[in-house]
């Protein structure tokens, strides 16, 4: 099996948003990935989840606190193939073959296939894209000459993982409770205090903290950011020590660890007063990451049920021939391939505002923020829910650790964790719209794409319009409520702006893909939009050949 030829939508992808030049060297690169994410990735995946899980080793033979971090030799094979490939280097340097600079749209496609064998490896390469973020756009030049091009390494200097710091016991997703110190000493600080979830130590190279610099105030805004060196040539570095790793649920590949801090040399990175707001757009970053993570999840659970349901023979028939198998196969993979043509839509804007700061504008900006949190809520439920589905395909033995899903269903449970959880998410989009009135951006944005398309599927954007105009009756109606009342609702706003979201880039996807793609706009509107109501055109099996089978014939809804 080979991921990338599994999935022509990404493909189709692709060819929107890069010129042909890069779409073929890009398509060629994630073809021979893809082979290996199906293969030798993903039998060491297994290994690393079951038996070859990443150890503390805390002391050395003579009772020194060495704090290494053992990881298995599969492991370093796996992180080999993969930075080498430019996952995060070809986004800051040139790609060699050619001769200019890559973007996010090729390194998410690369983590997009990463993800349906190794979410848990990718949340290394999402820290290390962070960083390198982080580097590159705020460090001074010195840091980013001795720093950066070790971070971007693809094979040509030794790599430097990055790490991105944050939480710390008492504070958890309330930042601003931080007491992580920083001292001055020269040209540098020390920090002293403590990380309670810092995933990736004792493998990064550098790490970014968040600290407070002695005298600093209080509060996120009393918060700067940090350039720590983790290793000493072949040791942890001074004044740094993990105290253990945490036993995790799933993506046990990432060592998560509690760090103190007692006296590590650390660099300021930017200017002092704004960490938290560095710090925040990495965040961003990490949280469109985190939606890519969820839809190759949810591509490789809706494989793994369509491979068993045409595998399976039961009562005399193999399970697709059965109409409710047949629904739930198309519902899935209607709902995946508009979930990330939307994820990609987003990354394009992200790619667009991430090259050019400076000029981007405040609407594209509030935009962009709220985007990656209704996407990043939507893709990590939904990477839950096709486990589910999964796992009730395969029957009895979906709940067997000889097959996949028992981890990709582990795996996926930490999505709605982290980089925010749908509490958080819906206290952003509540923000955005008091502080930005992003809803206006988003509806004027909504109604511009369903003008501009073509007149023959009027009658499913006419479904759409009026969903758009009934969540502007419905924002405005909270208008008049207490702040307090306004975050009951908050999810449900995140829930319908993504739902409105996806239906437009369905309807979209239909224009440039043609009878296939209109099917997926029908069946993912029919599931959106009316799931409480009986489906007497049977739309989900009258497409079943065209969507799961990819038969490029016309078929009527019978």
């Not at 760090?259 to 990175?269: M, P, T």
């Not at 985190?290 to 490789?300: D, E, F, L, P, Y």
């Amino acid at each position: 099996m080979n991921y990338f030829r599994e999935d022509p939508n990404l493909s189709f992808i692709l060819d929107q948003y890069l010129d042909d030049d890069f779409a073929e060297w890009a398509k060629r690169e994630l073809d021979e990935y893809g082979e290996l994410c199906a293969s030798e990735i993903d039998e060491r995946a297994a290994h690393t989840d079951r038996e070859g899980q990443p150890k503390l080793i805390k002391y050395d033979k003579m009772g020194n606190d060495i704090s290494y971090v053992w990881v298995n030799d599969g492991y370093k094979k796996t992180l080999q193939q993969t930075y080498d490939r430019g996952i995060v280097g070809y986004v800051h340097k040139p790609i060699p073959e050619l001769g200019r600079k890559g973007d996010y749209i090729y390194s998410y496609a690369q983590g997009y296939l990463l993800s349906h064998t190794e979410p848990g490896f990718y949340c290394p390469v999402t820290l290390t894209m962070a960083t390198a973020y982080l580097i590159d756009h705020y460090a001074n030049d010195a840091l980013k000459e001795t720093y950066l091009p070790h971070v971007l390494a693809t094979g040509d200097v030794e790599l430097y993982e990055g790490a991105t710091f944050l939480t710390e016991r008492q504070g958890g997703s309330d930042v601003g409770a931080n007491e992580t110190k920083a001292i001055p000493d020269g040209d540098s600080y020390r920090l002293y205090g403590e990380k309670y979830f810092a995933s990736n130590a004792g493998m990064c190279g550098v790490a970014m903290v968040l600290a407070r610099i002695e005298g600093a105030g209080g509060g996120s805004r009393g918060l700067s950011l940090f350039l720590v060196p983790w290793k000493d040539g072949s040791h942890t570095a001074e004044g740094i020590s993990i105290r253990r790793l945490k036993d995790k649920l799933g993506v046990r590949a990432v060592p998560s660890a509690e760090v103190e801090f007692d006296g590590a040399k650390a660099y300021l990175v930017g200017e002092s007063e704004r960490g938290i707001y560095y710090m925040m757009e990495a965040l961003n970053l990490s949280r469109v990451c985190n939606a890519v993570a969820s839809i190759g999840i949810m591509q490789r659970a809706y494989l793994e049920a369509k491979q068993y349901a045409y595998d399976r023979v039961t009562f005399g028939s193999a399970l697709k021939d059965f109409p409710m198998v047949q629904d739930t196969l198309v519902s899935l993979k209607a709902k995946q391939e508009v979930e990330t043509s939307s994820v990609f839509k987003l990354i394009s804007l992200f790619d667009k505002i991430s090259n050019d700061q400076a000029s981007a504008s405040k609407r594209d900006v509030a935009l962009q923020r709220l985007l990656i949190a209704i996407l990043k809520k939507e893709t990590a439920e939904q990477a839950i829910h096709f486990c589910h589905e999964s796992i009730e395909m395969h029957g009895g033995n979906g709940y067997i650790e000889d097959f996949v899903m028992p981890r990709l269903l582990r795996d996926a449970q930490v999505l709605t964790v982290w980089e925010g959880t749908a509490n958080i998410l819906g206290l952003e989009v509540l923000k955005l719209i008091k502080k930005f009135q992003v809803h206006t951006l988003f509806m004027e944005e909504m109604k511009a794409s369903l003008d501009a398309l073509p007149e023959d599927l009027q009658p499913l954007s006419s479904l759409i319009y009026e969903k758009t105009d009934e969540l502007e009756q419905e924002i405005a109606k909270l208008a008049s409520f207490s702040e307090e009342e306004q975050t009951f609702y908050a999810k449900h706003l995140a829930e319908k702006m993504a739902a409105i979201y996806e239906s437009v880039v369905a309807l979209e996807d239909a224009v440039k893909g043609g009878p296939r793609k209109k099917a997926i706009a029908e069946v993912f509107l029919q599931k959106t939009w009316k799931k409480g109501e009986l489906d007497l055109e049977r739309k989900s099996l009258a497409y079943f050949e065209m969507i799961v089978e990819g038969k490029e014939t016309e078929v009527g809804v019978k």
